[in-house]
């Protein structure tokens, strides 16, 4: 497979030492290529900041996306954040889980005090029974046998009120056992609604307040590029308006040097071609006049209404 890169040429160099717009984002292109193909993210100056190197000036940082590694800042931000998110995750998961633990503990604990109390409730009604039985012979009564007929209506009536309380706290045992559920029911699931109210609330701030860096961290990314840019004449590779006016002026300011000193070589010319009376030989070719040429000739007439036009047009 072709390489779309030189191996053995010094892109860096190459891209600080041109102003051409499209030659920089070519090499520019083509020094990616061989930092991805040759492992070198991390180890070189990232693009972001090659493509500011100007001549001799060559910061090796742009932003905050490449003082470090190529990943950048913002990776490793991102990455805290991850983290936190799943530390916070954890500790939710953790005490939802406590809340499920507590609700089996507490329902177990119901059933265990239901259990106790339908024990109790039989006891509590055989004793009953053996007490009426008691009582009811010390009139001289019997209550007769369990399963069949009272043998009198003071036995009926005895063994009518005990099954009426016996079923009256088998109610009342059934009622609290479920009144206790629904109970432990309730405050597990406020406790759970609570708790992801929490986590969410915590998740919104969390992902608002990496919003907000994100925007301080990209604004402050544009500023610095911006003002390397006002620095070095170029942002991402790319010259930049005050380059080309500044290389625009530093043009127009060669032109009118070049003018200037052409003006007065030639009115130093004149002047010696006016204190001798002739043109000398060093003289001729600025002036334009064969070297000997006396004051008395027209083309001396001529020379210096050329001089002063051009003191007009080009001299400030």
Known sequence: MAK???EDFDYSYAISQTQDASKRQQLLA???NKIDAEGLAGKVPSNEAVATWNGEYRPYSVSSGSRNDSSGGSNALM??????????LQRFEAAREHIRQQLESNLSSIESDYTAGMTQTDINARQSAVYNEEKLAALGLNMGARNASATSGAAESSRVALDNQYRSDLNA??????????????????????????????????ALQQAQMQLTQLNADR???LSLAGLTGFINGTPTLSWHNYQLNANQTAAQIASDSQAQAYEQALNRWKTSGYVQAGDAAILGVPA??????????N??????QWKAGYWY
């Open 303 to 308: 020379a210096n209404l050329a001089l002063q």
């Open 4 to 6: 779309n890169y030189k």
């Open 30 to 32: 083509e020094r990616q």
């Open 223 to 225: 500023d610095y590029s």
């Open 292 to 301: 000997g040429t006396p004051t008395a000739d027209v083309s001396y007439q």
């Open 173 to 206: 045992l059934g009622q609290a056992r479920l009144s206790a559920r629904a109970a432990a029911h309730s405050a597990a699931a406020d406790q759970q609604a609570a708790l992801e109210q929490q986590y969410y609330s915590a998740a919104e701030n969390a």
């Open 79 to 88: 990455q805290l954040y991850e983290a936190a998110e799943q530390a916070r």
